[in-house]
Each structure stands twice: as C-alpha cells, then as structure tokens.
Nanobody, 115 residues
Framework: QVQLVESGVGLAQPVCSLRFSCAPS????????MGWYRQAPGNQRELVAF???????NYADSVKGRFTISRDNAKNTVYLQMNSLKPEDTDVYYC?????????WGQGTQVTVSS
C-alpha cells in the first residue's frame, strides 16, 4: 500500500508565503527522490523544485531565491516553502515521488496569487 498525501491551500488573494507538505506512506521514504511540480492550464507539468534521496536540490529559475524544498526523513515528509509569492506563481502544484520507474503524484493544489 503506497499513498501520497499532499497538503496545501488555494488562494484568491495575495499572501507572503505558503508551505506545502507531501507525506508518502507505504514506502521507504528516505530512498525516494521527491519533487514539486506545477501545471498551468494547457501546459505540461513542470518542475518547481527537486530534492534527491541524497539531499541534492534543483530549482526552476523562476523560483530560485524564493522557494525552498526540504525533506524530513523522520517524518516521511517533503516540504516546499514558498516566499515572496507573485501572480506568476498561480498554478496547480503537485507533489511527486520517484524511485526508478515508479512515479506517484499528489492530487494537486491550486494556488492563485492576485491583487
């Protein structure tokens, strides 16, 4: 039994920051690569932030310096801290886990940033 639980919030007005959490179950979390993706209507899902099982990170250029991905293996949880949110960050955000050919997506959370 493998489950991916994604927590977040949908917004209709600007906020300073958000923290998303993703907590897979039924896996050995520490050996999985984890990522956060976002998808605009009609577009491919694209990488926002990535953290490998070894702790290496990678970010989309558009979020560098504003977003931080981290993982807590003791809690089997990956986080995405999103600071200085902009209207351009409006998208549906998805958690992703991967080990070799195994891929699992979270249900997606809408983030809407506007004035």
């Amino acid at each position: 039994q493998v489950q991916l639980v994604e927590s977040g919030v949908g917004l209709a007005q600007p906020v300073c920051s958000l923290r998303f959490s993703c907590a897979p179950s039924g896996i050995t979390f520490s050996i999985y690569d984890m990522g956060w993706y976002r998808q605009a209507p009609g577009n491919q899902r694209e990488l926002v932030a990535f953290i490998s099982s070894g702790g290496s990170t990678n970010y989309a250029d558009s979020v560098k310096g504003r977003f931080t991905i981290s993982r807590d293996n003791a809690k089997n949880t990956v986080y995405l801290q999103m600071n200085s949110l902009k209207p351009e960050d409006t998208d549906v955000y998805y958690c992703n886990e991967r080990l070799g050919g195994k891929i699992l997506w979270g249900q997606g959370t809408q983030v809407t940033v506007s004035s």
